[in-house]
């Protein structure tokens, strides 16, 4: 039953010139598995990472530190895809701390975020630098400069930053599938040519866990999973995102714990536990291509050097993402600059984001090429291994914050465990993580306790920390319409929209258009929005209220008036409450108009709650038969082809005429040609229906007639792709 008040002028509405929305339904499981995958590096993580540690630590712990990581990220896991069933926000972490700790907290988390993830992704840089000067040095005795490889990956990265998220996912796809292979065949080498014969376990026993030197252990482990966020930060751009991410983050953390146990003791078994300490701190990056290069032969060695080098790009090009979409979701809910949640309208790519991601890095870059720093040492491994920390510090974040957010959702259909048991349980042992990652940090850099470097990086994030909170503080205080908006991702201009309604001006009650003397005004440009799932349903459900509560239909359900505004807000709640989880709703003009969609694939669409009949028994009273008779005639006529369904637009009376109605439903029909697919909807009287035949709608069969001589609803088809780039 579509009905609203609109001007008949067509308003030309895409997707949107400066869109505050992600390109949608591009990602699926699989793809949003290599992000993570690809995040983590691997190769990179053992040939460099896990060998670097062993020289570091001085023990041979780093195998089973990776299996225990793995298991406490997977209790971890149980929460967080649990809320991630409930929040869809590309902010990722920093939104569950807003939703579930508050939003000043999760300001500064948000910061916290954006240093920890631009330090691991800066970072890589010096290691895709070093590695391929030496490679070439090696090769072809070229002596290149490795900041000037570094700029040369920077480039291609930057352009890949600003194209479509699924072709991104599609490059990586290509590099993470060949270095897990030559990764299997190193594995299967080592373990088949164990030192002095014999295929030892020493360093996959828990005791390894007990040494002086486990907190570096485990942070080393937790850098290598880091990109396990991934699945929630793409939620957006995926396909079905409830069970997507849920899907994504358990395969990729089962994957990569396997994977970087099994890879770090098969190198162990293949040189010795009682000489991979000695051997790492000799050899290292070189350590895993000179043990395979006796069994192999050099060629197929040197194929791994070169997979090495991609995969550090793989791992760039997911970080770069990842970091893009954190600056994207926070200037959208305007925490930093609103620019930053601009989306390119021809990719759906956070260009801005991206682009300023790829300056920063641009300078990092230079400022350590002039001042002569080690790019593996002082860029790669302290930056990455700084990140980590700040990735440890927000998972515990989050582990407290579901239990805080399930605390107060009483509503939700999960259980005990998902809401509190293992989040209780992964924020002790990740607090246990993070404190013995801080009593052990000297250990993990490789430097004196009393070195500058040992405070100075830990205490970095609780300046970070603290700064966003202040800026939280300020927010709340000084810009409560942003303050309202944190932490709603899409649904955040909507959140502001509905802390300020359009307000009466003058004596008409109608807002003046902006003109200038001398010109006529121009029809103004309304953005269209998708409401999230998790939007507070009063501030939509107001707009469908206020829109209908005098038409036509609305006269015939209730003819008393004042039970009609009694009745009416209850009503269009419930229907809010439903169309949020099992149809599409959209926004427009702000929060100044509403449409909403129902997918009919197999027969009429799910258009109402199950136990819809009791509930309008209960709220409507005596009126209950007309709300009864009516959807028993809009069931009845409905057509069993499969189509979209548009049971309803609104626009708050005081902008009724301008347009946004006609926005609303353009920008649908746009996306619906797009995918071939046609349109239905009931026009509930003739001025709406000579609307709707401008959008490429046509009348169907013969009016709907309600009781009581109640008034006539016409059905109008629109074929697929009736009208492409409307």
Not at 56 to 78: E, M, R, S, W
Not at 336 to 343: E, I, V
Not at 544 to 568: C, G, M, N, T
Request: with cysteine; glycine share 10%.
């Amino acid at each position: 039953m579509s009905t609203t008040s609109t001007s008949t002028a067509l308003i030309r509405v895409g997707p949107s010139r400066v869109s505050s929305a992600l390109a949608r339904n591009r990602l699926g499981v699989s793809s949003i598995v290599f992000f993570i995958v690809s995040a983590a590096a691997p190769l990179t993580v053992i040939g460099s990472g896990a060998v670097l540690t062993f020289a570091n630590t001085k023990t041979i712990g780093i195998p089973i530190a990776y299996a225990t990581i793995a298991v406490v990220l997977t209790v971890f896991a149980v929460g967080y895809v649990a809320m991630s069933r409930h929040i869809t926000n590309a902010g990722a972490f920093y939104t569950y701390v807003a939703q579930g700790l508050g939003r000043v907290p999760g300001v500064g988390a948000s910061f916290v975020a954006v240093v920890a993830y631009n330090a691991m992704q800066v970072g890589l840089y010096g290691g895709f630098g070093a590695v391929l000067a030496g490679h070439l040095k090696s090769w072809f005795g070229w002596n290149v400069a490795w900041w000037a490889l570094a700029l040369l990956a920077w480039l291609v990265i930057a352009v890949l930053g600003v194209l479509r998220i699924d072709f991104n996912s599609k490059v990586l796809a290509v590099l993470l599938t060949a270095e897990c292979l030559i990764m299997l065949v190193f594995n299967a080498v080592e373990l088949t040519n164990p030192a002095d014969g014999t295929v030892t376990f020493d360093s996959l026993s828990p005791s390894n866990l007990v040494t002086a030197g486990v907190g570096a252990l485990l942070v080393t482990a937790v850098t290598g999973f880091v990109g396990f966020e991934g699945g929630a930060v793409y939620a957006e751009e995926s396909r079905d995102p409830k069970r997507t991410v849920a899907r994504a983050t358990y395969i990729a953390v089962a994957f990569v714990g396997v994977l970087y146990a099994v890879s770090a003791w098969a190198l162990t078994v293949a040189v010795g536990p009682d000489k991979i300490v000695g051997a790492a701190g000799e050899q290292q990056a070189d350590l895993i291509f000179n043990v395979n290069a006796g069994f192999l032969g050099r060629w197929i060695v040197d194929i791994g050097r070169v997979l090495i080098v991609t995969s550090l790009f793989a791992a760039l090009v997911s970080f770069h993402n990842t970091v893009a979409r954190y600056l994207f979701a926070l200037g959208r809910e305007q925490v930093l600059p609103a620019r930053l949640g601009s989306t390119n309208r021809r990719t759906g790519s956070p260009y801005v984001g991206s682009l300023v991601q790829s300056v920063l890095a641009f300078v990092v870059i230079m400022v350590f090429a002039v001042a002569g720093l080690d790019p593996l040492i002082d860029l790669m491994y302290i930056g990455t291994t700084f990140g980590g920390l700040g990735v440890i510090i927000l998972m515990a974040l989050t582990s407290v914050s579901v239990v805080g957010y399930f605390a107060r959702r009483k509503d939700v259909d999960e259980n005990a465990w998902r809401k509190f048991v293992s989040p209780v349980i992964a924020a002790v042992l990740l607090l246990v993580v993070l404190y013995l990652t801080l009593d052990q940090y000297s250990t993990l850099l490789g430097l004196p306790a009393g070195h500058p470097a040992v405070w100075i990086l830990p205490s970095s994030f609780a300046v970070f920390g603290l700064a966003g909170i202040l800026w939280g503080a300020y927010l709340r205080s000084a810009r409560p319409r942003v303050y309202a908006a944190i932490g709603l991702g899409a649904n955040s201009v909507i959140g502001r929209a509905s802390q300020d309604l359009p307000k009466r001006t003058d004596s008409s009650g109608v807002l003046p258009l902006p003109s200038s003397p001398g010109f006529a005004s121009a029809p103004p440009r309304h953005e269209v929005f998708r409401v999230g799932a998790d939007h507070p349903v009063g501030p939509v459900s107001k707009v469908l209220s206020e829109a209908f509560v005098h038409s036509d239909i609305a006269k015939w359900l209730i003819p008393d008036a004042q039970d009609r505004r009694r009745i009416y807000p209850a009503y269009w709640a419930m229907a809010v409450e439903h169309a949020l989880g099992a149809g599409e709703v959209f926004a427009g003009g702000e929060l100044s108009g509403v449409s909403v969609w129902y997918p009919a694939v197999f027969g009429p669409p799910n258009a109402a709650p199950r136990d819809v009949d009791q509930r309008i028994d209960v709220m409507c009273g005596p009126y209950a038969p007309r709300f009864h008779a009516l959807s028993h005639a809009v069931t009845s006529a409905h057509p069993t082809t499969p189509h979209q369904y548009l049971a309803f637009v609104a626009v708050m009376p005081d902008l009724q005429g301008r347009g946004v109605g006609t926005a609303l439903v353009r920008h649908r029909l746009r996306e619906l040609d797009m995918a071939n697919v046609p349109a239905y909807l009931e026009a509930t009287n003739r001025r709406n229906l000579a609307l709707y035949v401008h959008l490429g709608f046509q009348p169907m069969g013969n009016p709907i007639a309600l009781p009581d001589n109640g008034p006539k609803l016409y059905p109008m088809w629109r074929p697929a792709s009736v009208h492409r780039g409307l």
